[in-house]
């Protein structure tokens, strides 16, 4: 053994060393487990109140021959209890073993055991750590401390450090600090930049270069590294973390963490690297406030190779970070051959078994992850999260996430969130935009650029812009869907409040098979479809497929489980004869600034199909195993270019079932059928169910049938049995295919829309064609239940029997009526102007008036007609009696003018 090479102080009692200079040391010992201690500085071993100050140890070198030959802080090596260390330099120093087993503990300074150890204003530099042989082991390239209780470190500056260990199943962990256990932990005002740890050989492991590893209650604050590297060489080798690792510590606070320029990777067959920027394994009780993380890369090379997280948090219970600032974190992987998988995930964070997480005040920018197969798996650009608990994301922001997957069978999801399962998520207030999936090969897939969630969901205030999905133009037998989010329900459903997806795209390609959900795809997991998900205030607005040979579907929303949304508006979307405003001889010149650059030479480019496909849908698509109940929904504005002259369903297409309550399906353009609605066939053992109460369908455009296509399979029901009815604003051309014994139910009464009503009697006209033969049926508005037994096509228009299409007259200025009317009630709705009202516009146009106040009910004007109040601050639009009645007694500024 070798202990105390130069000074070796023994049991001491308050020993104060100050401004001591060693320089140019060497120390050595050969054999099976030898010992160094301290071999080139000072050694104290269970000393008390021992001071070391002012002292510097410069150019120490040290070498360990043998089979379990062990160094420990070759500098510094002090034992004991309310021990002092503070304003030394360790610079230029050398330690080496060699032997299987052998170890390093600290290659400079190695504080153990005991209470009260401070460290104050350290400098650690140009420091050299090498472990050579089978099982060797390195832990704290600059200091380490093996436990303790209320160990303090107030300023600790580290350069140029470099540890490595070589030979199968070593390990090389600090390169600055290793922490193995202790409580009552401080570090503060921790420097660390250009660091470097290697480990060589089968089943290697290396870690960065803070690893405060274990204990209970930790304090960290204004922890800075930059400039770091982890690499591992070696089969079934493993890289955690450039920069900071945590296993099995809690009670942990950490504030003002900040990460820089580094890498941590692995080389190998199997091999893992996870965590570019940190790992925390089996923590509890863990508080992150403050963290900025930039030019961060984890990378893995070999076959199998898996490379997961930013931010690796695994068996974790209770742990929340706030306040993160994130830029330029990627993760790459790149399997040479495939033989078990190859995959990626979680660029800024990666969580596995973890229950009570939070992460808020989220920005991020520029994450990005990518594999090479084939086949590889790429899910989750940002996030992942599996089989974990209670989890938010509160306040989150991140722009410009990119999952690129490559190869044969390669499968690319989400460049957001994925949520692959676990008891619960919420998400509020989440915004993510220019985010984008890319795949490459031959039967490749990407879903969900935003979000893909697979367990119990709540959304509060999540938007989703500008984003896309696209394939590379040489693939074949691709399938491409949802440009903005993938819900999955089954057992599980999603609550959905205030749900933005705008200007999404699917840049679908000849050589997919399916481009289906530019925005939002619902699908059942499993075949199961026993819970819907249920939206609120959900705006689906401006999403695009593009245009291809390939079939497309669903320009907006593509519903295969259920959905129950209530003021939902769906417009605009479609598939437009260009993409992105761009054509086929410029594709460069939006879409640069859409999509974040493709390593490796690959490319996005828009060209000119080889001819239209199939397009269905451009605003809702609802599958055969799908139901939509809206409630006061907006469909509008949808569109089929006209470049598909075959297109169908402008608005909706539905083969499963749609059912509408006090809605509007306007200006929608399908083209060749079912400009609003298209009822298709259904499937084999199915059949499409439409029922429309009290729906607006108007304004839309197609070849046959503008505003409502029926199938042959369809059931069609325009009212509910109760007897609210469709309304129709002007007479329009509804399509049906009718076999026996199909059914078409208008069971209840066609209404004017609110503020209109017709004049004169009505009736059914149905033209019906059979083998070029034509006759005309009128039916009478007791017969119109059942409409049944017609072979062929047949038109069904509304008319007046004075002849012409029926024409809901608006009430005339100073008249209001706020209520549907039936058409086969003759009498007019309309009510004169109420008091504190303005009726100048007619029809359901009535406003409340500024300065006007009193009673609705002027014969009794008691109190509990108060919330009928009419008092108006400034004008504003009226509730009808229903309404008022849902308000609180005192209603809040601006009050509403309630009428009957």
Not at 228 to 236: H, K, N, V
Not at 646 to 663: I, S
Not at 681 to 694: C, E, H, N, P, Y
Not at 851 to 879: M, Q
Request: charged share 10%.
């Amino acid at each position: 053994n070798n202990i105390g090479g130069i000074f070796f102080l023994n049991r001491g009692t308050q020993a104060s060393v100050s401004n001591l200079r060693l320089q140019q040391s060497k120390a050595s010992c050969t054999g099976k487990n030898c010992l160094l201690f301290a071999a080139g500085g000072l050694y104290s071993r269970d000393a008390q109140q021992l001071t070391v100050n002012a002292s510097n140890f410069l150019g120490t070198r040290a070498t360990c021959d043998g089979d379990g030959c062990t160094s420990n802080g070759v500098s510094l090596n002090v034992a004991g209890s309310n021990n002092h260390v503070a304003n030394c330099t360790f610079q230029n120093a050398d330690v080496a073993t060699s032997g299987a087993g052998g170890a390093i503990f600290g290659g400079s300074v190695y504080l153990q055991g005991g209470d009260q150890i401070t460290v104050e204003n350290i400098t650690f530099q140009n420091l050299n750590n090498t472990v050579a042989g089978y099982q060797t082991q390195l832990r704290g390239g600059g200091v380490y401390f093996p436990s303790g209780v209320g160990i303090t470190v107030l300023g600790l500056y580290a350069r140029q450090i470099w540890i490595q260990s070589i030979g199968d199943y070593s390990k090389a962990y600090g390169q600055v600090l290793h922490l193995a256990t202790g409580e009552n932990v401080v570090f503060s005002r921790v420097d660390t930049a250009n660091t470097q740890s290697y480990c060589r050989g089968s089943h290697c492991i290396v870690r960065g270069a803070f690893n405060p590893y274990g204990g209970n209650g930790l304090n960290l604050d204004s922890i800075s590294c930059a400039n770091t590297l982890a690499r591992c060489f070696g089969p079934a080798c493993k890289a955690y973390s450039a920069f900071f690792s945590l296993l099995s510590p809690s009670n942990i606070q950490m504030r003002n963490l900040a990460f820089a320029n580094g890498v941590a990777s692995c080389e190998g067959q199997t091999c893992r690297s996870h965590g570019s920027f940190m790992t925390a394994n089996q923590v509890v009780n863990s508080t992150v406030d403050g963290l900025k993380v930039s030019n961060i890369k984890l990378q893995s090379t070999g076959p199998d190779t898996v490379s997961n997280g930013g931010m690796y948090i695994s068996s974790a219970t209770n742990w929340h970070v706030s306040n993160v600032v994130a830029v330029n974190v990627t993760i790459v992987v790149k399997g040479q051959t495939f033989i078990t998988g190859v995959g990626t995930s979680g660029a800024l964070l990666f969580m596995v078994t973890a229950d009570n997480v939070t992460w808020s005040r989220v920005q991020g920018s520029e994450i990005s992850i990518s594999c090479e197969g084939p086949p590889c798996f790429a899910a989750g650009g940002v996030c992942e999260v599996a089989v974990s608990n209670g989890v938010s994301f509160i306040d989150v922001n991140i722009a410009k996430a990119t999952v690129l997957s490559n190869g044969t069978g390669s499968l690319a999801q989400a460049a957001g969130f994925m949520i692959f399962s676990g008891s619960s998520v919420l998400f509020e207030r989440v915004s993510l935009s220019d985010c984008h999936v890319h795949v490459i090969g031959a039967n490749t897939s990407a879903l969900g650029t935003g979000l893909f969630v697979m367990i119990p969901a709540v959304l509060t205030d999540f938007t989703i812009s500008n984003s896309s999905i696209s394939a590379d133009p040489s693939s074949v037998a691709v399938e491409l869907y949802a440009g903005a989010l993938v819900l999955a329900s089954g057992s599980v459903s999603s609550d959905v409040t205030r749900l933005t997806a705008r200007s999404n795209t699917i840049l679908c390609i000849d050589g997919a098979d399916l481009c289906e959900a530019a925005a939002v795809l619902l699908l059942p997991l499993a075949g199961l479809n026993l819970r819907a998900h249920v939206w609120q205030d959900a705006q689906i607005i401006g999403n695009t497929v593009s245009p291809a040979a390939a079939a497309v579907m669903a320009g907006g929303l593509s519903i295969r489980g259920m959905l129950n949304c209530s003021n939902c508006i769906i417009s605009d979307n479609g598939f437009p004869s260009q993409s992105l405003g761009l054509t086929a001889e410029n594709p460069e010149a939006e879409f640069v600034a859409r999509i974040p650059d493709l390593p490796n030479g690959w490319q996005v480019q828009l060209t000119a199909p080889s001819g239209p496909g199939k397009a269905i849908g451009a605003g809702v698509v609802v599958r055969t195993d799908g139901v939509l109940r809206c409630d006061h929904c907006s469909i509008n504005g949808n569109n089929i270019s006209s470049q598909y002259a075959a297109g169908a369903g402008g608005g909706l297409y539905v083969m499963g079932t749609l059912q509408m309550h006090a809605g509007d399906v306007r200006w929608n353009d399908g083209q060749g059928v079912g400009g609003g609605i298209d009822g298709s066939l259904g499937g084999s053992a199915t059949q499409a169910s439409v029922l429309l109460d009290k729906t607006s369908v108007e304004g839309n455009f197609a070849t046959i049938a503008a505003d409502i296509f029926i199938g042959a399979r369809a059931l069609f029901n325009a009212s509910t049995p109760e007897g609210d009815g469709l309304q129709l604003s002007r007479g329009r051309r509804v399509f049906f295919t009718l076999n026996p014994p199909e059914l078409l139910n208008l069971h209840g009464p066609i209404a004017c829309k609110a503020g209109h009503f017709q004049q004169g009697d009505w009736r059914v006209s149905s033209v019906v064609a059979e083998a070029g033969d034509s006759r005309t049926l009128n039916v009478s508005k007791e017969q119109v239940q059942n409409l049944t037994g017609f072979a062929g096509e047949a038109f069904l228009t509304l008319q007046s029997l004075a002849g012409g299409e029926i024409v809901c007259t608006a009430c005339e200025p100073g008249t209001y009526s706020i209520k549907d009317h039936p058409i086969d009630d003759l009498s007019s709705p309309c009510k004169t102007c109420p008091f504190g009202a303005n009726c100048s516009l007619g029809g359901a146009e009535v406003t409340s008036t500024a300065g006007k106040w009193g009673w609705i009910n002027t014969k009794t004007n008691t109190v509990s007609d108060l919330v009928r109040l009419v008092f108006a601050i400034f004008p504003s639009l009226l509730f009808s009696d229903s309404d008022c009645k849902m308000q609180s007694l005192f209603c809040s500024s601006p009050f509403h003018l309630c009428i009957a």
